[in-house]
Nanobody, 121 residues
């Protein structure tokens, strides 16, 4: 069993910052790619940022230069530092990890429950 728990969401004013965290726990042999997605009301879920096991990163064009994804492999945790937040960044943010369990050669995609980010004055 693998558990994914996000934290760090909340209400912030435009121009402000938030740091999201996502910790994986349980039966984990290795975590490959880790990413953050978001879904705003009435819109499809979209990729925000992704980091590979080799620390290569990629970002949605709309967040480049403002958001930074990073990971701490010792803690099985991925972070998303969000700066200069805009009202259009408001959404539920979901963590997604590609994880291999000790007893299985395959890797599976695990999602967290989501954390709400609200950007409003």
């Amino acid at each position: 069993q693998v558990q994914i728990v996000e934290s760090g969401g909340g209400l912030v004013q435009p121009g402000g910052s938030l740091r999201l965290s996502c910790a994986a726990s349980g039966s984990i042999f290795c975590i490959y790619g880790m990413g953050w997605h978001r879904q705003a009301p009435g819109k499809q879920r979209e990729l925000v940022a992704h980091i590979t096991g080799g620390d290569r990163t990629n970002y949605a064009d709309s967040v480049k230069g403002r958001f930074t994804i990073s990971r701490d492999n010792a803690k099985n945790t991925v972070y998303l530092q969000m700066n200069s937040l805009k009202p259009e960044n408001a959404a539920v943010y979901y963590c997604n990890d590609q994880i291999r369990e000790p007893t299985d050669l395959a890797r599976y995609s695990y999602w967290g429950q989501g954390t709400q980010v609200t950007v409003s004055s």
